[in-house]
């Protein structure tokens, strides 16, 4: 694995322009945080205000999120092209950042990279794939963010996209696992999410698959056939985007 001396951040054309669009992310999560607080103060308080008033109140939260969510969109483009490994780490946390936004998504995922990097094992994959199978409490009301129905954007697929191309060109030796286990935190989205979040596609498959291939992970070759196992029951399943026998993973 390289050491992070031998790539150092130099502020090019690319860099110079990330920097820019973190101190707009840093200033647009000020702002929405602030306008956040307000509402939360003038909606709880002994003060009394019209509904047409706190209606208001709120409005301008939900705009400074709906900013906020392009410049973590904008933020993790940007910081995606770098190649220093911290900052594809870094990609990964505005993303997760982004998602945490809405308070009562799921938040005590397995697929969660801790500060050792992310552990998962087949079994915790197949049982997520057969609760996606038997569709169990899917679209439940319980399930369904109230920040999602107040307008507040969520990540896209261009979003997780941008993270994982970040992994796939990197040079951390255990990309492939960071990339695998991003790919399921989205699946779990999927599951949990549906009228919010989307399932990965085969061409998303592909790009995992293609950080093994350029890793000496040692189990590089285990985690593919899992990930071409883990295709094939969602190809089973009719999901979109999931085409079985993909050239993608070939």
């Not at 047409?52 to 709906?66: D, G």
């Not at 291939?213 to 979109?240: C, W, Y």
């Amino acid at each position: 694995e390289k050491d992070d001396k031998d790539d150092p951040i130099t502020f090019d054309g690319v860099t110079a322009r990330a920097k820019v669009k973190m101190n707009v992310l840093n200033d647009a999560k000020s702002i929405a945080d602030k306008a956040k607080a307000l509402y939360q103060s003038s909606k709880s308080s002994a003060t009394e205000l019209s509904p047409e008033s706190l209606e208001n109140i709120r409005k301008n939260w939900i705009e400074k999120e709906v900013e906020l969510a392009d410049a973590y969109s904008k933020g993790i483009k940007y910081i995606a092209k770098l190649r220093s490994k911290d900052v594809v780490r870094k990609a990964q946390l505005l993303l997760d950042d982004m998602i945490s936004r809405h308070g009562t998504i799921q938040e005590q995922s397995t697929f969660l990279a801790g500060h050792d990097g992310p552990e998962f094992s087949d079994k915790i994959v197949f049982d997520l794939l057969l609760a996606i199978e038997e569709d169990t409490s899917r679209k439940s009301d319980a399930l369904v963010c109230v920040a999602m129905r107040d307008g507040i954007p969520v990540p896209d697929m261009k979003d997780f996209s941008n993270v994982l191309h970040s992994w796939a060109s990197s040079k951390v030796k255990r990309k492939g696992v960071y990339a695998e286990s991003l790919l399921y935190r989205m699946m779990e989205l999927g599951y949990f999410y549906p009228e919010n979040f989307s399932m990965p596609d085969s061409k998303t498959f592909g790009l995992i698959i293609k950080c093994y291939a350029g890793s000496t992970f040692r189990d590089s070759l285990r985690s593919i056939q899992r990930l071409h196992k883990v295709h094939e029951k969602l190809a089973d399943m009719n999901t979109p985007g999931i085409i079985k026998d993909d050239p993608f993973l070939l």
